[in-house]
């Protein structure tokens, strides 16, 4: 049943590319489906100064680009709409701000509730936070603020932001997006575990070889040079995205599905992360940043735009993460991510041992979670569609199976509607894990890297197959 929200959204970066990529047509999508009606607007707010009528027409130009519908309920849509210039540091600007989100709200009877959208550089979230709060913007409904990443570059710098945001608005408003966390695939596997007894009883050390984490993608960097010279690969997947898809899979199952309980599984999780000495981070994590393909026709990571000619930020990483708990000590989790790669993929591998299960998996089985369907198939069992197989182990919970699927950030923006956060990062997580990755990072800042050392379409360097080999193992993604 589709409950209708009432709400002012406010996005800051209203003109940027995340607003009208992601955001404008996930609202458009909740607009269809009656999540959204009458009762809403979106004030989007940016530097430059345009009309309502002017940023409306660039909201309808983008919708366009990925819906066929009739272009009278885009402008329908594009009429909850509104434009306010603004310059984060221009107190006065947040006046104008407020007194338009009261006179929406009047006009739009939206229940006093407000979304405030960080689509704004990570420099100003800090910044835009106090102001909200010192200027008066929030209203007597609910106020929720909603934050894009980078959550910062290390624990320090993590620290710092949540400092400054957490003056402003209590951890409970606050909605830290990892969009993984709103992939169909990755909220459908606490019901997964919770229907498949067999399964969860067997997710344990006892079963489990290993598990292995892959996010691959085959473009390289495009037109992100810059923002990627100041990330690389583990900062922007792997201290967010992978740990969050661990979490999905490894923390213990909750006794209840409130977002209090799950949220402590998962802190409990990423506190047991066994930090890696410099020495075992030479040992288990491994980088690599593409060259040219075997062609030589694609420009190799050092010859994209915006990329410095001896850059030593690397666009691929391997590791082998291990966990102190009573669930998971002893079981390596294999994460993997690159750019450049064959294909484009995003998968878990849970693979089992030799044992025989008590429950019912079968010794050596590997079970495959795609968290991008491949082929309309969502569940491998040794490579095969769960369909196809007579098994009674494991199974798409049937909400999963109807061909419904939603984006990610529609279902995140539904959840913030509802005040859910579940699917949401807690700040907790986040410093856990960004001790994890810091101690990576600075081990590497202080090595030169011999970049680049794969070539485009490969799977990465050697050193990836050998860290598994190592260990009796192989990638199952080959
Ligand atoms: P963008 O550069 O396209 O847009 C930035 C927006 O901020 C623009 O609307 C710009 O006018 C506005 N802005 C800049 N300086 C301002 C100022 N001084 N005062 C007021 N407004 C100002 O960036 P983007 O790609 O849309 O990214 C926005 C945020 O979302 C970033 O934090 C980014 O890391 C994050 N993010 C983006 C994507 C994506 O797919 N684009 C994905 C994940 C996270």
Redesign the pocket.
């Known amino acids: 049943m589709v409950k209708e929200r009432s709400a002012i959204f406010i996005i ?11 955001l404008y047509p996930s609202l458009f999508r909740l607009y269809k489906s009656g999540y959204l009606k009458d009762h809403f607007a979106v004030i ?5 100064p345009w009309s309502d009528d002017y940023f409306r027409e660039t909201v309808v130009t983008s919708l366009k680009e990925s819906f066929k519908d009739d272009e009278k309920i885009m402008e329908d849509f594009a009429q909850h709409f509104f434009y306010q210039s ?4 221009d107190s006065e600007h947040y006046i104008a701000l407020k007194n338009l989100a009261a006179k929406l709200d009047d006009q739009f009877d939206a229940g006093h509730n407000r979304v405030y959208y ?5 420099r ?2 800090g910044t835009v936070a106090e102001h909200i709060n010192s200027e008066g913007l929030k209203a007597d409904g609910y106020n929720r603020l909603v934050i ?3 959550f910062g570059r290390d624990l320090d710098s993590a620290c710092e932001l949540n400092g400054n945001i957490s003056k402003a608005f209590p951890e409970d408003d606050i909605y830290r ?1 990892d ?1 993984y966390l709103g992939k169909e695939m990755i909220q459908a596997i606490p019901r997964i575990r919770a229907n498949n007894s067999k399964f969860e009883d067997a997710l344990n050390s006892k079963y489990v070889s290993n598990i292995q984490v892959t996010l691959a993608e085959s473009l390289g960097v495009e037109d992100r040079g810059g ?1 990627y010279e100041t990330a690389g690969v583990l900062r922007d997947m792997v201290q967010n995205h992978i740990m969050q898809i661990i979490g999905a899979v490894a923390s213990d199952e909750p006794e209840a599905t409130e977002a209090k309980v799950i949220h402590r599984n998962r802190t409990a999780l990423f506190n047991s992360l066994k930090v890696l000495s410099p020495e075992e981070v030479d040992k288990d994590f491994v980088r690599g940043q593409y060259d040219t393909d075997d062609l030589g026709e694609q420009k190799a990571y050092r010859q994209e735009d915006n990329v410095a000619s001896d850059s030593q930020i690397e666009t691929f990483t391997a590791g082998k993460i291990s966990f102190d708990s009573d669930r998971w000590s002893g079981v390596p989790f294999y994460v993997r991510s690159g750019k450049r790669m064959p294909d484009k993929s995003s998968r878990i591998d849970i693979v089992f041992n030799d044992k025989v299960t008590d429950f019912g998996v079968r010794p050596n089985t590997v079970v495959t979670l795609l968290i991008e369907k491949v082929d309309g198939q969502s569940i491998l069992i040794n490579g095969i569609d769960y369909r196809e197989l007579d098994q009674d182990f494991i199974e798409l919970p049937t909400a999963e199976s109807a061909d419904n699927s939603r984006e990610a950030y529609e279902s995140l923006i539904i959840d913030i509607l509802a005040g859910n956060r579940i699917h949401f990062t807690l700040w907790d997580e986040l410093r856990s894990t960004w001790k994890y990755i810091d101690a990576i990072r600075q081990r590497w800042d202080s090595q030169t890297a011999d970049f680049p050392n794969y070539i485009s379409g490969s799977m990465g360097p050697d050193s990836s197959e050998m860290l598994l080999e190592r260990d009796g193992n192989s990638w199952i993604w080959s």
């Open positions: 800051f970066g209203g003109s940027g590319d995340l607003a009208h990529r992601k989007g707010t940016a530097r430059r603004h310059d984060v540091n960080m689509a704004i550089a990570p100003f979230f894009e990443k980078p997006i969009h923002y």
